[in-house]
């Protein structure tokens, strides 16, 4: 990467923030429903304190803040960079508005990219890693910026939709399985492009054989799950997963719901008749661990997930701008389906480092290092990430007990299962 090509990719996310933030008026730009939930107006401010901060800050001439509360309101977690606003209450801060936000992304954005035309080669070698670690920061909260939109839009009782309209579904195929061999994998990124922290380093583990359902669990598979009782059956559950669905009477998957025996589904295009073709999404780990157990299966380990993954090319449904939701896995082919996109896939494994990681110095090595507790791994990406911001070893993390990210879930066994 050059300055040039730099500027143009830094101009092309830049957009694509504020193409994803366009539908919303300013008063939907406020509204944090719950403390998960972020603002749109502080998503499109924080990634560009993270440019003002991480970028300029050292590097820019003379440098001042644009506004000097503004490091303190869209700090998200930087510990080392200095206070900030408390999360549960961002949904408080009327001002600055999401016009205000929009000055504040301008100046930076005339900044960085007067910066980048005038750095000499030596300085942009050093700052290169970190605008690159800029794109996908921002990448990362467009995806959050729908995910928290969906909830807010699913209190008002105008059903509002946000954009897009229902996929087609194709009908719900038999599942089929994969057998995978074993061995001595390699797991983590290869170097051969960018990368987060903790898909490093690279190193070895022992699979014994196995095998991965063909595609994701569907709505009219999950059906049959609470058809048996799958909410009901504490045999089924982990036991923090039964102490959340007593706690929060838990009945079916996130946004269902049910009116005069038909089930319906909120999405960022409105609240729908629940489409039984359809991955099942909006799932928590505690879900798709009991859904696996009630079908006699298991979740894949991340290892599993990954080694599988690698003989594919990273395609499919990655922010779909028609839907905005999963969409059918279409005719089996005879390998694995729905591995990039559409849902983002639960597996069984905690998230931890990897042997010998270490994060990086200073304030962006909060980055990933300090959430490796209490979460789970993520494989895959979704229907809202960004094409290009996923890949076979990027590794995404939740609670466990996350419902509102797009979630879902593949079966996996041991080789020769039934």
């Known amino acids: 990467m050059d300055p040039t090509t730099a500027i143009a990719r830094f101009d092309r996310v830049r957009a694509d923030t504020e193409l994803l933030a366009a539908p919303l008026s300013p008063e939907d730009q406020t509204v944090q429903s719950m403390a998960d939930v972020s603002p749109t107006k502080w998503h499109r401010a924080h990634v560009t304190w993270f440019f003002e901060t991480f970028v300029l800050a050292e590097n820019e001439a003379g440098f001042a803040p644009f506004q000097d509360q503004y490091w303190f309101l869209f700090n998200s977690y930087y510990e080392q960079v ?13 001002r600055p508005g999401a016009h205000e936000v929009g000055d504040y992304r301008r100046n930076v954005d005339n900044r960085v990219r007067d910066l980048l035309d005038r750095v ?69 990124s290869d170097g051969g492009g960018f990368c987060f922290d903790n898909e490093l380093p690279r190193h070895q583990q022992w699979l014994e054989p196995y095998r991965l359902a063909d595609r994701l669990i569907t709505n009219g598979e999950w ?40 089930w319906f589904e909120h999405t ?35 290892a599993e997930w990954e080694h599988a993954a690698r003989s594919y090319e990273v395609s499919g449904n990655l922010a779909d701008r028609d839907s905005f939701h999963p969409r059918a896995a279409g005719p089996a082919t005879g390998g694995l389906r729905q591995l990039f996109g559409d849902c983002w896939e639960w597996t069984s494994s905690a998230y931890l480092p990897y042997p010998g990681f270490h994060p990086a110095a200073g304030a962006i090595g909060e980055y990933n290092g300090k959430f490796m507790s209490n979460q789970m791994v993520l494989r895959g990406g979704c229907a ?17 007990g996350a419902r509102w990210p797009v979630t879902g879930l593949r079966l996996a066994d041991d080789g020769g299962g039934a």
């Open 384 to 400: 809202l990430t960004p094409p290009g911001h996923t890949r076979a070893s990027y590794r995404n993390f939740f609670p466990p």
């Open 82 to 94: 200095g206070p900030r606003y408390a999360r549960p209450m961002r949904g408080v801060i009327s």
């Open 223 to 262: 059906l049959e799950f609470i058809a048996d009782g799958g909410y009901l059956r504490p045999e089924l559950w982990l036991s923090d997963g039964w102490a959340r669905v007593n706690a929060e009477a838990w009945k079916a998957p996130f946004y269902w719901r049910e009116a005069d025996g038909v």
């Open 120 to 188: 000499d080669e030596g300085t942009f070698a050093k700052l290169a890693p970190t605008i690159e670690l800029g794109f996908h920061h921002e990448q990362q909260h467009q995806e959050l910026l729908l995910m928290d939109i969906k909830h807010v839009l699913s209190l008002n009782p105008l059903q509002p939709a946000y954009a897009g309209r229902p996929a087609e579904g194709d009908g719900s195929d038999r599942l089929g399985w994969v057998d995978i061999d074993g061995g001595l994998v390699e797991i983590g």
């Open 268 to 302: 960022l295009h409105g609240t729908t008749p629940l489409d039984l073709s359809l991955p099942v999404c909006h799932l928590s780990h505690y879900e798709a661990d009991a859904y696996a157990t009630w079908a006699g299966k298991r979740l894949p380990t991340e």
